[in-house]
Antibody, heavy 122, light 107 residues
């Protein structure tokens, strides 16, 4: 059974940093592209970033480019999102999602984690 | 900017009714690379449809998707109580992986 378990969320002050993790199990992590998607309170879904199967290709939403970094560790089957210079508008539930294949283009999200809440506030 | 516009914003229906949700793209979607996701309150999204019309594993056949180019539709033939949720369309032929703003199906 595919499982994605996010952690690392919490309360952080504006300008602060946080690192989110997504522990993957039930599938061959190294063979799949992965993504982060967020949802602000009461709002819709917003794609944040994705990474291909090897980690050699990454993409970011304009709203986080230069502040967030996506990465993956095949030895621990974990996806990461390092977030710096956090702003109030980054407050959201952050979901990790699996692409249906190794690449990010032309493939959809077939599994989602339960999410971790990040609150940016003083 | 590539935009997906969903309509209506809210659909008020009863169990047993037919639901028709629309998703319109500002630019044509390549190869019908469009998905639909369902989200219930307090839960993660769940994939329903990909490739505009292919049901994901385990999705009941009362859910169907159609369309191509810029106009897509999600149809729920007979609403069950568990179908009352928010539905998002999403295109995956581009970066960013744009989502529509969602349609809430409520009782």
């Amino acid at each position: 059974e595919v499982q994605l378990l996010e952690s690392g969320g919490g309360l952080v002050q504006p300008g602060g940093s946080l690192r989110l993790s997504c522990a993957a199990s039930g599938f061959s992590f190294s063979n799949y592209a992965m993504s982060w998607v967020r949802q602000a309170p009461g709002k819709g879904l917003e794609w944040v970033s994705d990474i291909n199967y090897s980690g050699g290709s990454t993409s970011y939403a304009d709203s986080v480019k230069g502040r967030f970094t996506i990465s993956r560790d095949k030895t621990t089957n974990t996806l990461f999102l390092q977030m710096h210079s956090l702003r109030a508008e980054d407050t959201a539930v952050y979901y990790c999602a699996r692409f249906a294949a190794y690449d990010v283009w032309g493939y959809y999200f077939d599994y989602w984690g339960q999410g971790t809440l990040v609150t940016v506030s003083s | 900017e590539i935009v997906l516009t969903q309509s209506p914003g809210t659909l008020s229906l009863s169990p047993g009714d037919r639901a028709t949700l629309s998703c319109r793209a500002s630019q044509s979607v390549i190869d019908s690379y469009l998905a639909w996701h369902q989200q219930k309150p307090g839960q993660a999204p769940r994939l329903l449809i990909y490739g505009a019309s292919t049901r994901a594993a385990g999705i009941p056949d009362r859910f169907s998707g159609s369309g191509s180019g810029t106009d897509f539709t999600l149809t729920i033939s007979r609403l069950e109580p568990e179908d009352f949720a928010v539905y998002y369309c999403q295109r995956y032929d581009t970066t960013p992986k744009t989502f529509g703003q969602g349609t809430k199906v409520e009782i």
